[in-house]
């Protein structure tokens, strides 16, 4: 699906059947992703022209890779993890359609320049249904609520 997504069915997908509040730090994950993806991600990251990148490092902890697609919306990305490759963001700053959108424009960079799939999950849900999918090969997104 292509259609657009509003920052309130963004938000909405997230919220549990028992309409409890979502924890605010979904789960994304790189579908079958490796190590060696980590320099080629980091690299197509760099060169996004419209993403503002921070590498901080703290001693033998992992690294954390830090991205801003849209000014107020942070991504961050936990190379040090090792495979497979994952990430999050903080739902409380989706506030508006221009976030999502700048988010969107994230996964879709990291999905096309892997040729991988990108799935989010809700914040501790490992192994639980993706609320988003991005499709490496046609870039299309579907977003399918908990609820």
């Given at each position: ?66 991205v801003w697609p849209i000014d107020g919306v942070q991504v961050n ?12 963001f903080d739902l409380r700053e989706i506030v508006d359609d221009e ?47 908990l609820s």
């Amino acid at each position: 699906m292509n259609h657009e997504i509003s920052a309130a069915a963004f938000r909405w997908a997230f919220q549990e059947a028992n309409g409890l509040e979502p924890l605010v730090l979904p789960d994304v994950e790189v579908i079958d992703s490796l190590e060696a993806d980590i320099d080629t991600l980091r690299d197509a990251l760099r060169g996004a022209l419209w993403t503002r990148v921070e590498e901080q490092r703290a001693g033998d902890e992992a690294e954390r890779f830090v991205v801003w697609p849209i000014d107020g919306v942070q991504v961050n990305f936990f190379f040090g993890w090792g495979a497979p490759i994952e990430f999050d963001f903080d739902l409380r700053e989706i506030v508006d359609d221009e976030a999502v959108n700048g988010l969107l424009r994230l996964f879709r960079l990291v999905s096309s320049a892997l040729g991988k799939d990108v799935i989010v999950r809700a914040e501790g849900d490992q192994g639980g249904p993706p609320v988003l999918h991005i499709d490496s090969g046609t870039g299309d997104i579907v977003l399918s609520p908990l609820s």
